[in-house]
């Protein structure tokens, strides 16, 4: 091998270990950058919050609904419920 050619191969193989170098600097700061972790994590919480609640709203109109079209199966549930803490309230106060 002539010494340009050996030139150009060691400059190549330089450039390559940049270029690895470059990415794994990258990598590094990536797993180390807390800040961007912390407000990733922090956005995935919100979005499941936010999903959870359309779904809980979602089903108390459904509830509404039911009790708006049969008041009265719903007031004799509500009534059932009622004295049944009112027994456990005397049961537990003994």
Do not use: C, F, Y
Not at 2 to 7: D, G, I, L, N, V
Not at 34 to 46: H, L, M, S, W
Not at 67 to 90: E, T
């Amino acid at each position: 091998m002539s010494k340009q050619t050996e030139q150009e191969a060691l400059r190549a193989d330089i450039e390559q270990a940049r270029g690895e170098l470059a990415e794994t600097v990258d990598a590094l700061v990536a797993k180390t950058d807390i800040k961007r972790k912390v407000g990733d994590k922090t956005e995935q919480v919100r979005e499941t919050l936010v999903e959870r609640a359309q779904e809980a709203k979602a089903k108390a109109n459904g509830v509404v609904e039911v009790a708006r079209h049969n008041p009265v199966p719903v007031a004799a549930a509500a009534a059932v419920v009622g004295a049944l803490v009112v027994v456990l309230v005397r049961l537990i106060g003994r």
